[in-house]
T-cell receptor, first 112, second 113 residues
Framework: AQSVTQLDSHVSVSEGTPVLLRCNYSSSYSPSLFWYVQHPNKGLQLLLKYTSAATLVKGINGFEAEFKKSETSFHLTKPSAHMSDAAEYFCVTSYNTDKLIFGTGTRLQVFP | SQTIHQWPATLVQPVGSPLSLECTVEGTSNPNLYWYRQAAGRGLQLLFYSVGIGQISSEVPQNLSASRPQDRQFILSSKKLLLSDSGFYLC????????????FGPGTRLLVL
């Protein structure tokens, strides 16, 4: 069965430093993978999506993620954190094209 | 462009009272529609999804029900709320034909007292 594991429940960084949010997937075939962001008391916003067209996926707000089949990973990165990046981030995979499977989320804190 | 609306934004209800949350989508036809619940400090749980008017699939047994009276309207209901129904309810839509990306509404915060 497909699943995703977010390795860190909380990540804290200083403003201007790099961000790394880790996600590993489990799938018997090439999955569709997503990263969503949720700001407090808001809905989820799609950051980026991997669909096998390219292993390095660029998203909104300067985020990107790299699909590494050998490591079954899809980590989210950003070169320089902004205060506005503080939020909950979800790694997500899909099955049957209609349903999403969510990771448990990583809360990103950004300190000035 | 497509937009998705949810109301109310927040709701405080006593235990045993009924519930009706509404979700509507604009700018697309025949969307897949979804209801999720997000309990405090936890991930998202898919409650219901619908591929068409009157077609509802339930993912987990619970105190809630869903209906789709119109193509772009999805309603989440309960006859008698439980304390455990408290949470953040999110509606989402996706394109019907093979689309996987889901687009989420702003959510409804429900507190059952």
């Amino acid at each position: 069965a497909q699943s995703v594991t977010q390795l860190d429940s909380h990540v804290s960084v200083s403003e201007g430093t790099p961000v790394l949010l880790r996600c590993n997937y489990s799938s018997s075939y090439s999955p569709s993978l997503f990263w969503y962001v949720q700001h407090p008391n808001k809905g989820l916003q799609l950051l980026l999506k991997y669909t096998s067209a390219a292993t390095l996926v660029k998203g909104i707000n300067g985020f990107e993620a790299e699909f590494k089949k050998s490591e079954t990973s899809f980590h989210l990165t950003k070169p320089s954190a902004h205060m506005s990046d503080a939020a909950e981030y979800f790694c997500v995979t899909s099955y049957n094209t209609d349903k999403l499977i969510f990771g448990t989320g990583t809360r990103l804190q950004v300190f000035p | 462009s497509q937009t998705i609306h949810q109301w109310p934004a927040t709701l405080v209800q006593p235990v045993g009272s009924p519930l009706s949350l509404e979700c509507t989508v604009e700018g697309t036809s025949n969307p897949n529609l979804y209801w999720y619940r997000q309990a405090a400090g936890r991930g998202l749980q898919l409650l219901f999804y619908s591929v068409g008017i009157g077609q509802i699939s339930s993912e987990v047994p619970q105190n809630l029900s869903a209906s789709r009276p119109q193509d772009r309207q999805f309603i989440l209901s309960s006859k008698k709320l439980l304390l455990s129904d408290s949470g953040f309810y999110l509606c989402a839509w996706s394109f019907l034909a093979g689309g996987e990306t889901q687009y989420f509404g702003p959510g409804t915060r429900l507190l059952v007292l």
